[in-house]
């Protein structure tokens, strides 16, 4: 144990943490402060809102196509080789939309910045299990919870008043200057944390993988353009020759003595356990999040930046708890913190189903605030305490799976809350006698978000039927 511990000392953590937080938070950043300017970008470049929502669904496709390789290329390339090259493709991404002038370069921008950041996210989960000892790794994580949700949530409040006193340019010019430290930072202190072991490269394995996830992500976003676009040719083919491709995918890994992507990951319960925790938050954070700012801006009728305004404390809060929730975790284990937790979220989510568009703007404040406190109860607790069941050389693939169906958790929790939205707001117009009266539409939009709510609940109360299950997992193999 002593020889553990001593290798557990040789690494700068601190180093090494702070440029993966740095280029962390600037990725995520990135990842959410364009979907305030659509429709700015929308009048600059003369585009329709489909022909916007690719600079969102490229980002998300590229990521499903590159998460599933991420345990390959972790086993094929130095810690330093890849956070690197994710940190190269990410500047190089942002420096293009910097300059960019058109649609075409913009995109060409997105998708590199999405590359870097599929293969920088695994990296960090990687990095950080292999470098903190098991007893450390709860504040550790909850410290890129802070990154996850923090800066997501600032993206748009910051890009909004970016947008309004300069231009949509300045949301990437502010961003370069903090990769280029990040990565001077992690060329000093980050070391080479994990064996390279060199796996063959089976191509049939990408193929199917690459159309799999991406068939299968890209059909939910396109579902997501509203409830008539389920029944479209195209989100049907998506989403059939994806799940097929998955299906075969998954046959080839189990039978591979050594597959690209190891699905041994579900022989630990723990590892099921904290991974439906996981996509249980995706869902509940997705459809809440994109509904809300929609409910805040067409049922209460509240301008871009209060709503931007409005969502910050929440998130706010939840970055700031998510390592104290770490350091609780270390301390008493997952079951103090994730089912209260889930019991938050579950009665924060019923008192959303009863929001009207006279709700005060404080009271719903308050109930953001609540959603967000009980996320960080669940979240990281639960991921963490998921992987440490884990043996070190399934890492990689533990990572690589749960970050993996969190991206197409994510595409199906905007698809599925879009639709409900839709739906729910086009039955209450049906049933109007004034169905264009302003008045009336707040009332619809309104009833589909308290739909969407529900459908959130719905998902909250089934993750904490499973929460029940959670053991705290006591490591046994060395952490090294």
Known sequence: MEDEMEIQKQYNTRAIMASLLICGFVGFFNETALNIAITNLMDVFHITAATAQWLTTGFLLTLGIIMPVSGLLLQSFSTRQL????????????FIAALSFNFQMLMVARVLQAIGMGMFIPLMFNTILVVYP????????????LVIMFAPATGPTVAGILIEYLSWHYIFWLSLPF?????FVGLKYMENVTDVTKPRIDLLSVVLSTVGFGGVVFGFSKAGEGTSAWSSTVVIASLVI??????????????????????????????????????????????????????????????????????????????????????????????????????????????????TPVSSVVFLIALHIGLMIGI??????????????????????????????QQVAGAIG?????????????????????????????????????????????????????????????????AH
Request: with cysteine; glycine share 10%.
């Open 414 to 478: 905007t698809a599925v809350a879009i639709s409900i939205l839709t739906s729910g707001t086009e039955s209450y117009l049906r049933s109007s006698s004034a169905p264009t009266d302003p008045a009336e539409l707040a009332n619809a939009i309104t009833q589909g978000s308290q739909h969407v709510f529900w459908f959130a609940l719905i998902i909250t109360l089934i993750g904490l039927a499973v929460s029940f299950l959670i053991r705290r997992v006591v490591v046994k193999q060395p």
């Open 242 to 355: 994806g799940l097929a491709a998955l299906v075969l995918f998954t046959i080839r890994q189990l039978s591979m003595r050594d597959p690209m992507m190891n699905l041994g990951v579900f022989q630990y319960p723990m590892y099921i356990v904290g991974l439906l925790m996981v996509l249980a938050c995706m869902l509940i954070m997705m459809s809440s999040m994109i509904i809300l700012p929609m409910y805040l801006q067409n049922g209460a009728k509240l301008s871009v930046f209060v709503t931007g305004l409005m969502m910050l404390p929440g998130s706010v809060l939840n970055g700031v708890l998510s390592p104290r929730m770490g350091k609780l975790f270390d301390r008493y284990g997952p079951k103090w913190l994730v089912i209260p937790g889930l019991v938050l979220v579950a009665a924060i989510l019923w008192l959303f189903t009863g929001v």
């Open 134 to 145: 098991p007893d450390k790794r709860g504040e550790a994580m909850g410290f890129v919870g």
């Open 83 to 94: 956070f690197i090259g994710s940190l190269l493709s990410l500047i190089a991404g942002t």
């Open 179 to 183: 990769l280029i430290i990040g990565l």
């Open 376 to 405: 960080s109860m669940i979240w990281m607790p639960a991921q963490t305490n998921g992987l440490n069941q884990l043996p070190p050389e399934l890492y990689p693939h533990g990572t690589a799976v749960m970050n993996t169906l």
